[in-house]
């Protein structure tokens, strides 16, 4: 008889910022399938689960989508607790829906658990607001980055060039690309930028400038997770750390 799959969000990395149930969920776990992002910190608590690293990194070799899918259903149809170990939350960037649609195909019970994004532990290492009263009333999330043979389309940067605050998953990466495409829609190349490496970490880094600079500061990230926040908030973000630094 299967058991079921949880599609559990690790957050951004430091353990402490799990949720209740995810922490027991891995401490009752038979099998772990996890990412390549999350934290030795977070592994530990799945005290007593077979850990398999199905981790998929930019630019690097790693697992295909779909024979991580089919592991997946293969795990759930061999054991009753089954942790498939999502960094941030499984349905934002996190390729959820193949999973459980290949679970359900596969009579498997899943079921998912929200996680905390790294566009929220951006701002928090930021300090502000994504959505400053005065300076922002629309933010959205977006990546440049295509699944291996997609079709290009520009549908995330009219959807960042339009709203007053733009967070931009694996955008360090296509940092030129990035720069390109929404000074070509409008958006002024004095837009303040900040780039957060490692959110929520404890090599957390923090690097600001404005939307020209970008190349400049991507260059600047070493091999850490990176979230872009594009918008006056990341200003404002400059403006409270100074305060702070100063303080």
Same mark, same amino acid.
């Given at each position: 008889?299967s058991?079921?799959?949880?599609?559990v #969000?690790a957050?951004p #990395?430091?353990?402490?910022?799990?949720?209740l149930r995810a922490?027991?969920?891995?401490?009752?776990a038979d099998? %772990?399938l996890?990412d390549?992002?999350?934290?030795?910190?977070?592994?530990?608590?799945?005290t007593?689960?077979?850990l398999y690293?199905?981790?998929k990194?930019?630019n690097r070799p790693?697992?295909?989508?779909?024979? !991580?899918?089919?592991l997946?259903?293969r795990?759930g149809?061999?054991?009753q607790?089954?942790?498939?170990l999502k960094g941030g939350?499984p349905?934002?960037f996190?390729?959820?829906t193949?999973?459980?649609e290949?679970c359900?195909?596969?009579?498997i019970i899943v079921?998912?658990?929200?996680g905390v994004?790294a #566009?929220f532990?951006a701002?928090?290492?930021?300090g502000?607001?994504?959505?400053?009263?005065?300076?922002?009333?629309?933010v959205?999330?977006?990546?440049?980055?295509t699944?291996?043979?997609?079709?290009e389309n520009m549908?995330?940067a009219?959807?960042?060039?339009?709203?007053e605050?733009a967070? !931009?998953y694996m955008?360090?990466?296509h $940092?030129?690309?990035?720069r390109d495409?929404l000074?070509?829609?409008?958006?002024?190349a004095?837009r303040p930028? &900040?780039? !957060?490496?490692? $959110?929520?970490?404890?090599?957390?880094r %923090?690097?600001?400038?404005t939307l020209?600079e970008l190349?400049?500061?991507?260059a600047?990230?070493?091999?850490g997770?990176?979230?872009m926040? %594009?918008g006056?908030v990341a200003?404002? &973000?400059?403006?409270a750390?100074?305060?702070?630094?100063?303080?």
């Amino acid at each position: 008889m299967s058991g079921t799959v949880y599609l559990v #969000g690790a957050g951004p #990395g430091a353990a402490d910022l799990l949720t209740l149930r995810a922490a027991r969920l891995l401490a009752e776990a038979d099998v %772990v399938l996890y990412d390549a992002l999350v934290s030795a910190d977070v592994l530990a608590l799945a005290t007593k689960a077979k850990l398999y690293n199905v981790g998929k990194r930019a630019n690097r070799p790693s697992m295909d989508q779909r024979l !991580i899918s089919r592991l997946l259903v293969r795990m759930g149809l061999r054991y009753q607790n089954v942790v498939r170990l999502k960094g941030g939350d499984p349905h934002l960037f996190g390729r959820a829906t193949e999973e459980i649609e290949a679970c359900r195909a596969a009579g498997i019970i899943v079921t998912t658990v929200p996680g905390v994004s790294a #566009g929220f532990a951006a701002a928090s290492a930021l300090g502000v607001s994504l959505t400053s009263r005065g300076l922002s009333r629309s933010v959205t999330f977006v990546t440049p980055s295509t699944a291996k043979g997609g079709a290009e389309n520009m549908h995330w940067a009219r959807a960042a060039a339009a709203a007053e605050t733009a967070v !931009i998953y694996m955008g360090a990466m296509h $940092a030129e690309r990035v720069r390109d495409a929404l000074t070509d829609l409008g958006v002024p190349a004095d837009r303040p930028v &900040a780039l !957060i490496e490692s $959110a929520s970490w404890a090599e957390q880094r %923090v690097m600001r400038g404005t939307l020209s600079e970008l190349t400049a500061l991507a260059a600047q990230v070493g091999e850490g997770p990176a979230i872009m926040v %594009v918008g006056e908030v990341a200003r404002e &973000a400059r403006g409270a750390l100074e305060a702070a630094n100063a303080a």
